[in-house]
C-alpha cells in the first residue's frame, strides 16, 4: 500500500507562498490518517462482536434447548419391578363348595447356577450337594466344573430355608429365579379329583403350570384364563364330608384287607359329586410318574371310581326290575318262578335255596339271579337295552374329569339272549362305580335324567328329562329299602338310624387277565340311597378283593365287606349334610353333645 | 402504555410456564406413587394368597381330626351324628331373667339418644 505523505511538499510549498502554516497541511493529514484507521479498527471490532455473539447464541440455544427437551420429557428411569408379585395367582384357585381352599399358588425360587460366575465349582458342588441330598451329586459336580455350560437347573423350587442356606455359601454363581407352585393345601384328601400340576414352558423368571389329571387337567384353559381374573374354580366336593369319606373308607379297607377302594357320594338331584376316593391315592403336591410298566390299574393315580371298569354284579338287577315295571310285566308283589334255569347248556342258579316261587320284591331283596333272569328274559333284550342306555350305561360319564370321559364302558357287541341273562344280574357288562352313582341317583330323584358334574351348580338350570317313571322310581326305592331294612335282605347291616338306606348289594367275581373268573377275587360294590323316605344322596362304596373273617368263615360278599363300610359312612356324613334324621313318631330326645 | 403491556405478557407467560412446569411434576410425581401402590397391593395380595394357604393347611381336616383326638380330654369332640340333632321344643332353656340395667349407656352413633 501506497502511503500517502504527511507533508506532501506541493502544498506545503504552496502554502509557505501564501504565508500561511504549512504545520496545519500536516496536521490535517494526520487526523485524516488517524480516522481512517479508526474506521478500519471498529469494523473489525463490529465483526469480531458478530462472531462471537454467534457463538454464544448457539450456546446458550443448545443448553436452552436441552434444557427444554428435559423439562417437557417425562423421566424414564431404569425400574426393577417386582416380578415375584405379577407372576402370583396366575393361576385360579380351587375351592371346595363352601369356598374352602383345594389348590393354590406359592411363590417360591428356583435354583439354578451359572458355572462361569463360579469361584470354587468343586466346592459349590459339595455344598450344594449337603443342602439337597437327593441330588444326583456326579451330575452337580460334572456341569459345574464344565467349561461349555453357561446355565445349569439345580432345583425347580426352593423352601426359603433352603434359600438361606445356599444364600450362606456366598457363592455368587448361585441365583435364584421367582417360581409359582401349586399348592394342595389338603395332601391326598382330594387327589383323584384334583389331579396335579407341573411345569410347562420354563424362563428363568417364570414357569407355566400345566394341568396333568382330574379337574386341572380339565379345566387347565378356564384356571389360566386371564380374563377372569383368577376367580376361584368352585367344585361340588365338600371338603368335610370328603375327609369323612375317605378316612371311614381307608379304615374299612384296611379292615376287609382289600387292595384297593372307591367311594363316590352324589346328589340325586343335581347329579353333584360331593364326595369322590379312590384308595390308594398319592399326593398331588408330589404327584408321582405314570408307571410304565405292571398293572396301571394297580397304580395309585388309577382312579377307581371313575376310570375303573368293573363287572357291577347284582346292583344291576334293580335295572332289571326297573325294565319290568317300566314295561308293566310285573308289579312289586308279581310272583316269579325261583327255580334253577337252564339255558345253552348252563345252570343257572342262586347263592342260595330261596324256594321255588318269590316276589319281585322278595327277588330283589334276597338278590335271585334266576328270578331276575325269568324277567328280563321276558321283558326281552331290546327293553333291557333301553334302559341301560338311558341310565347312561352305554357312553362315558359326562363328568368333568379327563379320566372319566376317556372311559367307555365295556358293553358285548353281539347282544345275544345269554347276555342279556348275565347282564341282568349285573355281569357281562362292565361300567365304573360312577355309572352306578349315576344311575342309583336318576332311579332315586324319581326318574329324571342326571348329568353328574364336580362343579358346583346352581339348582335353577336342571334338564328334568323324565327316563323312568315316578311310579316306578317311587316302587324300586321301596324295593331298595327293603335290602336293607328287612330281616333276610343282603344290606341289613346298611341299617343307620335316622337315615333309612336303602340299597343293593354286588358281589362280581374278578376276570382273569388269561379269560374266566378268579373264585376267591371279588369286587364287592354297594350301592345306597338315602334317606329313602325323601332320596336326596346316593353312596356306592366298592372294594377290590376284600375278605374278612366272620363267624369263623371267610366272607367276600358285599353284604359283609361294602355294606358296614358304607353304613359307617352314611353315619358320619349325613349330619354333615345337614341331613334330618327321621325318628319314629316325629319325636327326639334330647342328648348333650358336650359329655363334660 | 406499551411497556406495560409487555411486562404484563411477560409476567403471564412467565406464570404459566410455571404453572406448567409445577404440573408435568406432580403428574409425574403421581404417577410414581400409584406404581408405588400397586406394588404395595400386589405385595399385599401376594401375602393373603400365602396366608390363605396357610391357613388352609392348618386347617386340613387330618390336622383338626388329630388335633381333636390330642386334646380329646379337654373338649370331649366326637364325629357329629344323628342322636346330636333335636328338635328346638326338647332343648332345655335356661330359666329367662328379666335384665336389671344398673348403668345406662350413651349410643352416640344414635345422636346421643340413651338406653334404654
Known amino acids: 500500500m501506497r502511503r500517502k505523505p504527511l507533508r506532501p511538499l506541493a502544498h506545503i510549498i504552496s502554502a509557505r507562498q501564501n504565508g500561511k502554516n504549512p504545520d496545519f497541511i500536516e496536521a490535517k493529514e494526520r487526523s485524516k490518517r488517524n480516522q481512517a484507521l479508526q474506521l478500519k479498527t471498529r469494523v473489525r471490532a463490529e465483526n469480531r462482536l458478530l462472531v462471537l455473539g454467534l457463538i454464544f447464541i448457539i450456546g446458550f440455544s443448545a443448553i436452552g434447548g436441552k434444557m427444554a427437551m428435559l423439562a417437557s420429557s417425562s423421566v424414564q428411569e431404569v425400574r426393577q419391578y417386582n416380578t415375584g408379585s405379577k407372576i402370583i395367582n396366575q393361576r385360579a384357585n380351587i375351592v371346595d363348595r363352601n369356598g ?8 417360591t425360587q428356583a435354583l439354578y447356577a451359572q458355572p462361569p460366575l463360579m469361584i470354587d465349582p468343586k466346592k459349590a458342588a459339595d455344598d450344594i450337594y449337603k443342602i439337597f441330598p437327593d441330588l444326583d451329586y456326579e451330575r452337580l459336580a460334572k456341569n459345574f466344573g464344565s467349561d461349555k455350560r453357561k446355565f445349569v437347573w439345580v432345583k425347580k423350587s426352593v423352601s426359603p430355608e433352603q434359600q438361606q442356606l445356599v444364600h450362606d455359601l456366598g457363592e455368587p454363581g448361585l441365583l435364584f429365579g421367582n417360581r409359582e407352585m401349586r399348592l394342595y393345601p389338603n395332601g391326598k384328601l382330594a387327589a383323584h379329583i384334583l389331579g396335579g400340576t407341573r411345569f410347562g414352558e420354563e424362563g428363568v423368571r417364570a414357569a407355566e403350570i400345566v394341568g396333568v389329571g382330574g379337574v386341572e387337567k380339565y379345566f387347565d384353559k378356564m384356571l389360566r384364563d386371564p380374563a377372569l381374573e383368577g376367580e376361584p374354580l368352585k367344585l361340588s366336593i365338600d371338603l368335610t364330608v370328603q375327609a369323612a369319606t375317605r378316612q371311614v373308607l381307608k379304615d374299612g379297607m384296611r379292615l376287609m384287607n382289600a387292595k384297593g377302594a372307591s367311594a363316590i357320594l352324589m346328589d340325586v338331584n343335581t347329579g353333584e359329586i360331593i364326595s369322590l376316593v379312590s384308595l390308594p391315592d398319592f399326593d398331588p403336591n408330589n404327584r408321582p410318574r405314570a408307571a410304565i410298566l405292571g398293572d396301571p390299574s394297580e397304580n395309585p393315580l388309577f382312579n377307581r371310581a371313575a376310570q375303573g371298569l368293573y363287572e357291577l354284579g347284582s346292583t344291576f338287577k334293580i335295572f332289571t326290575a326297573a325294565t319290568s315295571l317300566e314295561k308293566g310285566l310285573v308289579n312289586p308283589q308279581t310272583i316269579i318262578d325261583t327255580t334253577p334255569f337252564r339255558w345253552n347248556r348252563k345252570t343257572y342258579k342262586d347263592y342260595k335255596n330261596y324256594g321255588l316261587t318269590n316276589s319281585v320284591e322278595d327277588i330283589i331283596m334276597k338278590s335271585s339271579n334266576v328270578g331276575t333272569i ?20 352305554f357312553e362315558a360319564v359326562p363328568v368333568e374329569l379327563g379320566e372319566a370321559s376317556r372311559t367307555k364302558p365295556q358293553i358285548p357287541k353281539n347282544w345275544s339272549d345269554t347276555s342279556t341273562i348275565t347282564i341282568s344280574f349285573g355281569h357281562g357288562i362292565s361300567a365304573t362305580p ?19 358334574t364336580i362343579k358346583k351348580i346352581d339348582f335353577g338350570n336342571l334338564s328334568r328329562e323324565q327316563v323312568i317313571s315316578p311310579k316306578t322310581s317311587k316302587q324300586l326305592i321301596s324295593m331298595l329299602r327293603r335290602v336293607v331294612s328287612e330281616k333276610d335282605g343282603t344290606a341289613k347291616m346298611a341299617k343307620v338310624e335316622g337315615y333309612e338306606v336303602a340299597g343293593k348289594t354286588g358281589t362280581a367275581e374278578k376276570i382273569k387277565p388269561t379269560g374266566g373268573y378268579y373264585d376267591d377275587k371279588v369286587i364287592a360294590t354297594f350301592a345306597s340311597i338315602f334317606p329313602a323316605s325323601d332320596p336326596k344322596y346316593t353312596l356306592v362304596v366298592s372294594l377290590d378283593e376284600p375278605e374278612i373273617e366272620v363267624y369263623g368263615k371267610n366272607r367276600r360278599t358285599a353284604g359283609y365287606t361294602s355294606v358296614p363300610v358304607a353304613a359307617e359312612i352314611i353315619s358320619r356324613v349325613a349330619p354333615i349334610l345337614n341331613l334330618r334324621p327321621i325318628v319314629p313318631n316325629n319325636k327326639m330326645t334330647y342328648t348333650s353333645i358336650s359329655s363334660q | 402504555m406499551r411497556i406495560f403491556i409487555y411486562i404484563v405478557c411477560s409476567f403471564i407467560v412467565i406464570t404459566m410456564a410455571y404453572w406448567a412446569y409445577t404440573e408435568n411434576y406432580t403428574t409425574q410425581a403421581s404417577i410414581r406413587r400409584v406404581e408405588e401402590l400397586n406394588r404395595l397391593v400386589a405385595d399385599e395380595k401376594e401375602a393373603i394368597s ?3 394357604a396357610e391357613w388352609a393347611y392348618l386347617n386340613r381336616p387330618e390336622r383338626l381330626s388329630n388335633l381333636a383326638d390330642l386334646n380329646f380330654i379337654k373338649l370331649k369332640l366326637v364325629p357329629l351324628a344323628a342322636q346330636h340333632f333335636t328338635e328346638l321344643e326338647v332343648i332345655p332353656m335356661s330359666p329367662r331373667r328379666s335384665l336389671v340395667v344398673s348403668s345406662p349407656v350413651l349410643v352416640s352413633s344414635d345422636g346421643g339418644k340413651q338406653f334404654p
Open chain 1, 100 to 107: 374352602n381352599i383345594l389348590a393354590t399358588n406359592m411363590s
Open chain 2, 50 to 52: 400365602i396366608l390363605n
Open chain 1, 434 to 452: 360312577l355309572h352306578l352313582a349315576t344311575a342309583y341317583s336318576i332311579v332315586a330323584n324319581g326318574g329324571f335324567r342326571v348329568k353328574p
Open chain 1, 374 to 393: 325269568r324277567m328280563a328274559l321276558a321283558a326281552g333284550t331290546s327293553a333291557q337295552k333301553k334302559t341301560l342306555k338311558d341310565l347312561g350305561f
